[in-house]
């Protein structure tokens, strides 16, 4: 699994609240391309607050993908066009798994 970001300092109890509350386990996309290779791949895991906004987290992979991922064809400009898509509407929502697997749920 990959790392969970945001949660240090947190005890179990102040992460059960958040997600009460709203918050979410989210990962974010990015596109890279070098001529006829494409490569799409997930961040890192954040711990996203309730009263927070996920763009602070996603601004940089997006960016990576603005820039890096459009070069490759054809699989550049699909993978480009689905990371910002994913990351633009806050991210992939992991809140059920990865509460699972760290005992939360």
Do not use: C, H
């Amino acid at each position: 699994m990959a790392k969970v970001k945001n949660i240090e300092g947190l005890t179990v109890e102040e992460i059960k609240t958040e997600l009460q509350n709203g918050a979410k386990f989210v990962m974010f996309q990015y596109s890279i391309s070098v001529i006829f290779m494409s490569f799409k791949r997930g961040s890192d895991i954040y711990f996203i607050k309730a009263d927070e906004s996920s763009a602070k987290y996603s601004i940089g992979y997006t960016l990576i993908s603005l820039v890096l991922g459009w070069w490759g064809i054809p699989w550049g400009p699909i993978y480009t066009i689905g990371s910002l898509n994913i990351n633009l509407s806050g991210g992939k929502d992991l809140t059920k798994e990865v509460a699972n697997s760290l005992g939360l749920a």
